[in-house]
Each structure stands twice: as C-alpha cells, then as structure tokens.
DNA sequence: GTAAGTAGTTACCCACAAGTAAGTACAAAC
DNA sequence: GTTTGTACTTACTTGTGGGTAACTACTTAC
C-alpha cells in the first residue's frame, strides 16, 4: 500500500489536523486546565506554570478559531474574561485519554516498566 | 483542580510524551507506511510525497531511539535494509484511529458539516 | 497619587525544525 | 568506464516556535 494512494492521503491529512490541535508546549496543558471547568486569564496564568501572557493569550486565540475553546467578557467593573471548553474540546476527552493510555505503555517499554500515572 | 498538582503534572507529561512521538511534519507519514508492512529506505522515500533522504534518515533514527521502528540489515549484495514497526509500534494503532475519529469530527465542525475520509 | 489587580500587547532575540543541494561509498549492469 | 541503484551523510540556509522584558489601559483600594 503506498503513501500517494488518495484515501491514505486522506486519513493522514485528518490525523495530522487532530495532532496540530494539541501539540506544541501549551495547547495540551490550557485544554486539561479548562477540563475542569471556565478558566480566567490570571487563573490559567497561575495553574499553569511558567506560561507567559504572551504565549498564553497567543494559544487562547488560535484554540478559539479552532473552536476548541471559547472566551466570554463580563461588562463588570473588574473586566472579567472567561475561557471555556465548547462541545468539540470536550469532545476531546477520549482521544486525549488514548494518548494517555499510551504514553503509559510507552514509558514502561521505554523506561523499562517503571509504573507512572497509574491512578486517575 | 490545578495544574500544579502533581498527578495532573504527570498526566499531562506522559500525554505529552505520546504527542511527541508523532509529533512533527514526517514521523506520522512513516508509521502509516509501515502499518502495511515493512519497508526499505528508497520505498519509504518513494510512498512518502517529498520527504528528503536527510530528513527520512533522521526521523528513522529518532522512531528506531523511541522502540517504535527497527531497523534490520541484509547482506545482500546490493546492501539492503529494512524498516518496521515493533509491538510498541503496532500499539499505537487504537491511539491513531481515536486520532484519526477525532480529527474527522473537527474537520466536521470547523469546514461546516462536509464529510471526509469517511471509508477504512 | 501610587500600588495592585483585571487582561492583555509589542518589540526584540534565539534555538531548533526543516528544506536544499551536493557528496559519499559500494556493487551490478551495460 | 559510465550509468544506475542501494542507503545514506554533510554543509549551509531559512522559517517559526517560543522566551524575555517592558508597556498599555482601565478600576479599585489605600
């Protein structure tokens, strides 16, 4: 079976469209802080570590076109801004847990089957 | 929930971990070619739509480090080498179909309902 | 009036991922 | 003896991901 073969072609696009979503050093860590409910800037800036406000108001954007994340302003006197998970980032749960699952797996064969992350 | 606890840290790292093993323009191109079976270095070059002989090499190396390919050598006269996926290798099927699930539901939702790569 | 808290932006820099082009080394075929 | 095919390597360059530091703008509290 060759790479060039259209269908293939297809499926590689669309796995690597899913990998493009989650992969550089922020995407992943923004998405799992907002599993667990709407963020603000300054409380993302403070769970995640070492982030910059640049980087992080840069990843907030692109998550937001991609519409994995949207942003809500509150006309309150403090503005307030809040990012949240829409359907699609939530529906991210379960490829996100596969990756898990696997990078499991992956550390034993790699690290020679030291245990990590067992619990949830 | 906070990122800075550390079950969530080292859930996030080895998530991490599984995103770089595909991460990059040419390491998912190579597995999928090699979920057909394994192959040597100039069918690779040739299934593989305009990857260099540089970056194959180097790519081949980083797969081979991780446990994910091996690399095996033939005596032949013209000398011959083979590539293909190890059982860690394999494992990564179920990861790339949720991949793959996923990537098809985001195309869904960001091109506006137009359906792709529908057929194995 | 100055500090602190809200949510960012802007300018500059560097390291690394990836591309380009050419070269290496060996043998077989013609 | 030159071309073809095997499997790469090396040197140089470019583009981009990410880091640092400082700055903006607006309000409340002291």
Chains 1, 2 share one sequence.
């Not at 072609?9 to 799992?32: C, F, H, N, S, Y």
Request: glycine share 4%.
């Amino acid at each position: 079976m060759n790479q060039k073969d259209s269908v293939c072609q297809q499926k590689l696009m669309v796995t690597r469209d899913a990998v493009e979503v989650i992969q550089g050093k922020w995407r992943l860590p923004i998405v799992l802080a907002l599993t667990f409910g709407s963020k603000r800037f300054g409380e993302l800036q403070r769970d995640i570590a070492d982030i910059s406000p640049k980087m992080l108001s840069q990843e907030l954007k692109a998550l937001e076109e991609n519409k994995i994340i949207t942003r809500t302003m509150y006309d309150s006197m403090p503005v307030i801004v809040e990012y949240s998970l829409t359907p699609l980032g939530k529906s991210m749960n379960k490829m996100l847990e596969e990756l898990l699952k696997w990078g499991v797996h992956f550390r034993e064969e790699i690290l020679g089957k030291q245990a990590v992350a067992k619990r949830s």
